[in-house]
C-alpha cells in the first residue's frame, strides 16, 4: 500500500483560497488515480474530485466544479487540491485517497487514505 499525508488546512474567511497537498511515499506514485474526499461532523464521507494517473484526466463534484482544481506532480510523488471562493460550507476535514482503479468517485473505490487535513471557513 501507499501511505499518504496530507498537508496545507487551515482557518480561512469566505472567499479566500487554501491549497492542500498529499504527499505518497511506499509503492510508485503513478500506478494510482487520486481522489480528494471530504467529511463534516455527522455528515457521510463526500467525494471532491478525482484525478488520473497521468493528471490529464480530472472530475469535480458539482459542489465544487469551477472553484477546487485537482493537479499532481508525479516527479514529487504529490497531489494538491486548490480550493477558491471557498464557502463556510466547504468547513470539512479533507482527505485524499488511492486507488488502483481508473475511475471511482465513491469511498469504497478507494484502498489507501492519509489521516485528513481540517479545513475551516468563517463567514
Same mark, same amino acid.
Given at each position: 500500500?501507499? &501511505?499518504?499525508?496530507?498537508? +496545507?488546512?487551515? =482557518?480561512?474567511?469566505?472567499?479566500?483560497? =487554501?491549497?492542500?497537498?498529499?504527499?505518497?511515499?511506499?509503492?510508485?506514485?503513478?500506478? @494510482? !488515480?487520486?481522489?480528494?474526499?471530504?467529511? !463534516?461532523p455527522g455528515k457521510e464521507r463526500e467525494f471532491v474530485g478525482r484525478?488520473?494517473?497521468? +493528471?490529464?484526466?480530472?472530475?469535480?463534484?458539482?459542489?465544487?466544479?469551477?472553484?477546487?482544481?485537482?493537479?499532481?506532480?508525479? !516527479?514529487?510523488?504529490?497531489?494538491? =487540491?486548490?480550493?477558491?471562493? =471557498?464557502?463556510?460550507?466547504?468547513?470539512?476535514?479533507?482527505?485524499?485517497?488511492?486507488?488502483?482503479?481508473? @475511475?471511482?468517485?465513491?469511498?469504497? +473505490? @478507494?484502498?489507501?487514505?492519509? &489521516? +485528513?487535513?481540517?479545513?475551516?471557513?468563517?463567514?
Amino acid at each position: 500500500q501507499v &501511505q499518504l499525508v496530507e498537508s +496545507g488546512g487551515g =482557518l480561512v474567511q469566505a472567499g479566500g483560497s =487554501l491549497r492542500l497537498s498529499c504527499a505518497a511515499s511506499g509503492r510508485p506514485f503513478t500506478i @494510482y !488515480a487520486m481522489g480528494w474526499f471530504r467529511q !463534516a461532523p455527522g455528515k457521510e464521507r463526500e467525494f471532491v474530485g478525482r484525478i488520473s494517473r497521468s +493528471g490529464l484526466s480530472t472530475n469535480y463534484a458539482d459542489s465544487v466544479k469551477g472553484r477546487f482544481t485537482i493537479s499532481r506532480d508525479n !516527479a514529487k510523488n504529490t497531489v494538491y =487540491l486548490q480550493m477558491n471562493s =471557498l464557502k463556510p460550507e466547504d468547513t470539512s476535514v479533507y482527505y485524499c485517497a488511492s486507488t488502483n482503479a481508473p @475511475y471511482r468517485e465513491t469511498a469504497d +473505490g @478507494y484502498d489507501s487514505w492519509g &489521516q +485528513g487535513t481540517q479545513v475551516t471557513v468563517s463567514s
